[in-house]
């Protein structure tokens, strides 16, 4: 017998006699043995030394030994011992690959990803995660690895173009960064011909030598039939979108069980002219809106759907929606996080129907002040479903004709239109950032193909719902921190050190500045927006200032939100659509009945982490979509010229967003022939080795459409005359804005 054994005492051991009911020894006490014994060592002289007896215990003890190699912690070697990988200069991470064929590790550990050469990708998927050792370091001086153990596959099902050719089946994924064919055994392609597009479920990875294996569980139809963009995108990033029968009844029950408002103990609003007002192609009105005047100050009602009343915690509904995490909007078509008899019905604040809601009520000052808050359940009755145009037109306008046909509720839209302009003063003062970039609508012919792309118009009718709901978040978000309630805010941080010193370089080349110093805040960038003209070059840099600060995130620690300028930031206002809303109001509703937390801070890390996931999912698949339909719509234009901006730089050439048309594309360094053009990053630009043309961020130039490539989302034009550059300059710099004109 091991004379270790003697010795050895788990000091977890009654941690784990609680969690489990036969229990094994912990995962600390078998990486403390391992490192103790200095070498890898074999299952059965594990199992002996840490007193693993009987098959039962055995059986537990393999189980969690694999749960660890899956983990990262240990490593079985080809002998079948298991030593700790932080010992064998091992590194653990998310294999992330690119189009061309290599890839990179996202490392657990955090620090500088390393680079994965091309034949290591063979084996693995973007997604997968893996253990891998440094090999050397290649000749751009990035750490290159090789890969030893696949600890976890990313990718079980993918979607591409079934391919038939000499009675070879296979399926050219749609993911670009997945390199490998997937080779489909005869019998498994389950009907699909030659072009289709489907779904393929992997049944064998590829290996170094050998290629990955899988069959077709689904034919999505042809690849250019209308929507399937979005079908290929809902597959490619995994979003829910097939409601379970479980879910559909327990929805059904729900609205058919739904209680008269009079049986329950809420606040009749049904009195106040509420409206919802929201953009034409809307359905799930979750918020509407109430304001008078109360001698100097003001009283502004936000009533939110009350869906917490319908969705309770461990139910059906409760993890589906948690899993989907919120709504997503493509073009045309929405994958809702509630089934459609809550989010388009129930629960939707539509008009002259009582719905309940939960109700903050703020008094707010001449100054744009919050002086006083209350939070409370209610019913109301919608008065009016109005759109920003139509509000608009009232509002800005004037149009007389509307304002008759709304006569009941004129008065209090033109109060809160005064609100709103007290409220905007506000924000101005405190430093916001206002971001005016421009977003586009995709405008679709019957055959659902797209006719136009035109801008969205914002007016202040946008601007009036924004500044409500911020209203209300801000007290949502301070009510929840004053009761101590474990929450989910709406964290933003500001530019890290790396990103500030870039910023810099770039404003500089603009003959721009920004205040602040090292840690500048939200009135600094608000300040230097102030400066800009305008113009198509105000619009590059507004868009770098925005990427030199980090996405948005959901977090139980209150850290703030740097853009909009507040200590303390939640998201109250649409638990139609968000996740972390629904926690909020489980949130208020805890505390105003004065009951113990229902989640710990543990659950809000966990639920922060899903919920952001989730957004950043949804963003790049709409992203994806918008993409291949800006492709599809160039793809019967090549040949045409347009004029552009240079809207982005790198080494391999220049990207082009066309006036008008608000599609982007690439101008390739190598379509460049008169000269060796070099990448200078300091100053966004590409500079001709002999001529010294430079072509520069904001520089305006006429372009050739040569070819676009759906399948990768590619639009590749080439320069048809000479660039111009605005400004006597000749560096294509925004212009100062002259005058006393005020933002909005």
């Not at 990803?113 to 990708?121: G, N, V």
């Not at 002219?273 to 509407?288: N, Y």
């Not at 850290?559 to 629904?582: Q, V």
Request: charged fraction near 30%.
């Amino acid at each position: 017998m091991s004379t270790h054994k003697k010795s050895f005492k788990d000091p977890h051991s009654e941690r784990e006699a609680e969690r489990y009911e036969f229990p094994v020894p912990s995962r600390e006490a078998i990486v403390e043995y391992l490192r103790n014994q200095g070498e890898p060592m074999g299952l059965k002289r594990l199992a002996e030394d840490l007193s693993v007896a009987g098959e039962r215990d055995m059986e537990s003890f393999t189980r969690r030994l694999r749960a660890m190699e899956r983990d990262g912690q240990l490593l079985r070697n080809r002998g079948g011992r298991y030593g700790l990988v932080n010992k064998m200069d091992l590194e653990c991470g998310r294999v992330m690959a690119h189009q061309d064929g290599f890839g990179f590790l996202g490392r657990d550990a955090g620090g500088d990803d390393m680079f994965i050469p091309p034949r290591e990708m063979r084996a693995v998927f973007h997604g997968d995660r893996v253990m891998a050792q440094v090999t050397g370091i290649d000749s751009k001086g990035r750490r290159e690895c090789h890969i030893v153990e696949v600890l976890e596959r990313g990718v079980h099902r993918l979607v591409g173009r079934f391919s038939c050719e000499r009675d070879l089946r296979f399926v050219v994924p749609d993911d670009r960064r997945i390199q490998q064919d997937i080779f489909i055994p005869a019998g498994e392609e389950r009907g699909a011909i030659q072009g289709q597009i489907v779904v393929v479920e992997i049944t064998e990875y590829p290996t170094a030598d050998r290629r990955a294996m899988g069959r077709v569980v689904e034919i999505l139809g042809e690849h250019m039939a209308p929507g399937m963009e979005i079908e290929i995108a809902i597959r490619n990033y995994d979003l829910p979108h097939v409601w379970p029968e479980e879910i559909i009844r327990e929805a059904t029950a729900v609205t058919e069980g739904a209680a008269g408002v009079e049986d329950l103990a809420r606040e009749d609003l049904r009195r106040l002219p509420f409206v919802t007002i929201d953009g034409e192609d809307a359905k799930d009105f979750d918020d509407a809106v109430y304001c008078e005047a109360c001698g100097r100050d003001w009283r502004l009602f936000v009533a939110i759907a009350d869906v917490s009343h319908y969705v309770r915690p461990g139910t059906a509904l409760d993890a589906e929606a948690y899993r989907r995490g919120n709504s997503v909007y493509f073009p045309k078509q929405v994958i809702p996080m509630l089934p459609e008899q809550l989010s388009n019905d129930l629960c939707s604040l539509k008009p002259e129907v009582d719905r309940l809601c939960m109700v903050c009520d703020m008094t707010v000052s001449a100054s744009g002040k919050i002086k006083d808050y209350r939070f409370f359940s209610a019913v109301i009755r919608s008065r009016a479903r109005l759109t920003y145009t139509a509000v608009a037109e009232m509002l800005i306008e004037q149009r007389a004709a509307l304002k008759r046909h709304y006569a009941q509720i004129a008065p209090h839209l033109d109060a809160l239109y005064e609100l709103f302009k007290i409220l905007n003063k506000a924000r101005v003062k405190r430093g916001a950032i206002d971001f005016e970039l421009p977003e586009t609508r995709i405008i679709f012919n019957e055959q659902r193909k797209i006719d136009r792309i035109e801008p969205l118009q914002r007016t202040d009718a946008h601007r009036l719902i924004e500044e409500c709901m911020l209203a209300a978040n801000v007290c949502a978000a301070d009510f929840l921190r004053s009761h101590d309630i474990p929450t989910l805010y709406r964290v933003h941080s500001g530019p890290s050190a790396e990103k500030l010193v870039a910023l810099r370089q770039f404003l500089f080349e603009f003959g721009l500045s920004l205040e602040g110093g090292d840690k500048p805040e939200a009135k600094h960038y608000a300040k230097l927006l102030e400066k800009l003209d305008g113009g198509p070059e105000s619009r590059l840099v507004q868009t770098v200032l925005l990427r030199s600060l980090s996405q948005a995130v959901y977090s139980p620690e209150r850290l703030g939100h740097f853009a909009l300028a507040y200590p303390s930031y939640a998201h109250f206002t649409s638990p139609i659509r968000r996740y972390p809303d629904l926690l909020v109001h489980r949130g208020i509703k805890r505390a105003l009945t004065g009951k113990a937390a229902e989640y710990s801070e543990q659950d809000m890390r966990a639920a922060g982490d899903a919920c952001s996931m989730a957004e950043r999912r949804a963003d790049d698949a709409t992203r994806d979509v918008v993409r291949w339909l800006k492709a599809e719509y160039m793809s019967d234009k090549v040949g045409e010229e347009f004029a552009g901006v240079i809207s982005g730089v790198t080494s391999f050439g220049f990207f082009v967003e066309l006036a008008d048309v608000y599609v982007d594309g690439l101008v390739h360094v190598s379509s460049l022939g008169n000269d060796y053009y070099h990448f200078d990053p300091a100053r966004h630009c590409l500079v001709g080795e002999r001529t010294h043309t430079a072509y520069r961020l904001g520089d305006q130039v006429h372009v050739r459409l040569m070819r676009v490539n759906l399948d990768d989302r590619k639009i590749d034009f080439e320069l048809a005359q000479e660039l111009k550059r605005k400004g006597s300059s000749g560096r294509g710099r925004p212009r100062p804005k002259t005058g006393h004109r005020k933002r909005r």
